[in-house]
């Protein structure tokens, strides 16, 4: 069963009893959810367990900071219609809904999600949505995101993806989601179905944070989803504690290509309300993707990226090997070009 209360957390003995009364507070405020796939994974023996500081809260989100913003990277401002967000001119986000399988403690949405963050669309504001991108014909792509897609019944999923394949100058469905980590048993056959019932192409955007989150469990969930061929790109967030180690990323990284997932973006921590702890510099992040260069497959390679706060949407920020006519190599070392 979902652990979704401090007293569920105080049972499993996540948290320590002395502990409750403060986390009470923080659970009225941001949203718990720790389904069965993830809790097993936690060692509870181990204070700086990397499963258990991405999942069960902790007093420090009551702490903001002065640069911290309820939503940092600009979705309510970029919203035209409720459930899309349009900052960039090829791509939309369409968010269905506002729930998910497991609550992350960085989460850059945490002000928007949960049982008590911005709902879920009834058909009519579905409908909206679905006229706004058919009204721009600049979208090529629309990505599903919340919230979690795959939450939702498969019946109503192959709706909504149905839907958007219908829309002539959509060529590309994508959806995030971290199901098949925190729930890998949602992943059967009606949900598969549901994702091929989509006239066109759809891409899987899979998050998950550290190698452990790939449990056999998780890895036959994807399996099921590479096998139907449907294609799929990891999503990672660099965070103080559970990632920032450069034998840890290079595992994870690894982890997903073997598992056909495609290494995509690695995201800078976004300045959400209370998640400072998980923030690590962007001078530390490069320094991270310097270390992986050239001692990790290409294939195995994401892309660190930035997204700039307010909406602006999301900028590269790895590692500069360009120095003048000199170029740097994996060692460190410069080597002369012709200009």
Not at 3 to 29: G, M, N, Q
Not at 154 to 182: C, M, N, Q, S, Y
Not at 222 to 248: C, F, H, M, W
Not at 277 to 282: E, N, S
Request: aromatic residues 6%; negative net charge; glycine residues 6%.
């Amino acid at each position: 069963m979902t652990l979704r209360t401090i007293p569920d957390l105080a049972k499993a003995e996540l948290i320590s009893a002395s502990d409750a009364e403060a986390l009470e507070e923080v659970a009225a405020r941001y949203a718990v959810a720790i389904p069965p796939a993830l809790a097993a994974l936690i060692d509870k023996n181990d204070p700086n367990d990397p499963i258990a500081l991405q999942f069960v809260p902790h007093a420090d989100e009551l702490e903001t900071s002065p640069e911290e913003r309820a939503d940092p990277i600009g979705d309510l401002a970029h919203s035209p219609v409720e459930g899309i967000v349009h900052r960039y001119p090829d791509r939309v986000l369409l968010k269905p809904l506002h729930v998910c399988p497991v609550y992350c403690r960085f989460c850059f949405r945490r002000e928007m999600v949960g049982p008590e963050g911005l709902g879920t669309l009834n058909a009519e504001k579905l409908d909206a949505c679905f006229a706004y991108i058919t009204a721009h014909p600049d979208i090529w792509e629309v990505i599903l995101t919340g919230g979690d897609p795959l939450i939702l019944a498969p019946r109503r999923l192959k709706h909504i993806v149905e839907r958007i394949g219908a829309i002539d100058h959509v060529k590309i469905i994508r959806i995030h989601t971290r199901v098949p980590v925190a729930d890998p048993d949602l992943i059967d056959e009606d949900l598969i179905a549901a994702l091929k019932a989509a006239s066109k192409p759809v891409y899987i955007g899979v998050h998950a944070n550290h190698p452990r989150e790939l449990s056999p469990a998780a890895r036959t969930a994807l399996k099921r989803l590479a096998d139907a061929g449907l294609p799929l790109l990891s999503q990672t967030v660099l965070l103080r504690g559970v990632n920032d180690d450069p034998k840890v990323m290079a595992e994870l990284m690894r982890s997903f290509v073997e598992n056909r997932v495609r290494p995509y973006y690695l995201h800078h921590p976004d300045l959400a309300p209370g998640t400072a702890r998980f923030r690590v510099t962007i001078d530390e992040g490069r320094a991270l993707m310097r270390a992986l260069r050239g001692h990790l497959s290409g294939l195995a390679m994401p892309t660190y990226v930035l997204d700039i706060p307010g909406g602006h949407g999301k900028s590269p920020v790895g590692p500069d090997y360009v120095h003048g006519a000199e170029v740097e190599d994996f060692r460190g070392a410069r080597h002369s070009y012709p200009e």
